[in-house]
């Protein structure tokens, strides 16, 4: 996966798609994914671009969303301040964390589209309000395909934040049922101090000559 890297351009219009446009280094071609792209394997792995940090999909009209219960689970402690201690090399995939007890809401959401690979989707959200240090993160998701099987399911394993609750650093794991495999993906911080100037984004860095010039 070394070197892959992904624009995605998410419009308000609630009818409109996506954009999305990777360059793929074992080809050396910029790829634009449509439709079913976006729930196909990333470069042989269990991880797809509509399931990054648990659900990506965009929402639109056809699905259906009901709350199916909102109750306690054990779910990986939220880092504050920013947990920096995780090692792939000297931990492997999966290391001890500590654990805690949290409200979730769990949804169910309803696809209504054949074409589309999962029928539907249950996603478990932090359910503590942001007053009482809630943060509304996806901690767990699971995906059903077509005949209404479960596939698949990923989410969070170790989640840190700043002080001021900003999301800094994730370890990913991605599961398929159906094939017996699982993918791990530690994660770059995606929040910085003073960002802007450590990290000044440009009109284009929106633009596939600028994901060329990220991508070499």
Same mark, same amino acid.
Not at 53 to 69: A, F, P
Not at 145 to 155: C, I
């Given at each position: 996966m070394k070197g892959f890297i992904q624009l995605r351009t998410r419009y308000w219009e609630i009818g409109k798609a996506d954009e999305s446009y990777a360059y793929i280094p074992a080809?050396? !071609?910029?790829?634009?994914?449509?439709?079913?792209?976006?729930?196909?394997?990333?470069?042989?792995?269990?991880c @797809?671009?509509?399931?990054?940090?648990? +659900?990506? /999909?965009?929402?639109? %009209?056809?699905?259906?969303?009901?709350?199916?219960?909102h109750r306690d689970f054990l779910v990986p402690k939220m880092y504050v301040p920013f947990y920096d201690g995780y090692n792939y090399k000297k931990h492997g995939p999966c290391f001890q964390v500590e654990w805690e007890i949290r409200p979730q809401w769990v949804l169910e959401i309803k696809i209504n589209d054949p074409n589309y690979a999962y029928s539907k989707r249950i996603i478990y959200i932090d359910g503590v309000s942001l007053g009482k240090g809630g943060n509304f993160r996806l901690n767990w998701g699971e995906q059903y395909? /077509? =005949?209404? !099987?479960? +596939? =698949? %399911?990923?989410?969070h394993m170790t989640p840190s934040a700043d002080k001021q609750g900003f999301q !800094?650093?994730?370890? $990913? @794991?991605?599961?398929? $049922? /159906?094939?017996?495999?699982?993918? @791990? @993906?530690?994660?770059?911080?995606?929040?910085?101090?003073?960002?802007?100037?450590v990290f000044p984004l440009k009109d284009e860095f929106f633009t596939i000559k600028g994901l060329l010039k990220r991508a070499q």
């Open positions: 080809i050396r !071609r910029v790829r634009r994914l449509t439709g079913v792209d976006n729930t196909d394997p990333l470069l042989g792995s269990d @797809v671009p509509d399931d990054f940090e648990v +659900w990506r /999909q965009k929402l639109d %009209s056809r699905m259906k969303i009901r709350v199916l219960e395909d /077509q =005949k209404g !099987r479960l +596939w =698949k %399911s990923g989410g !800094r650093m994730f370890n $990913y @794991v991605y599961m398929n $049922y /159906q094939t017996d495999h699982y993918t @791990v @993906v530690s994660c770059s911080p995606d929040h910085v101090e003073d960002f802007a100037k």
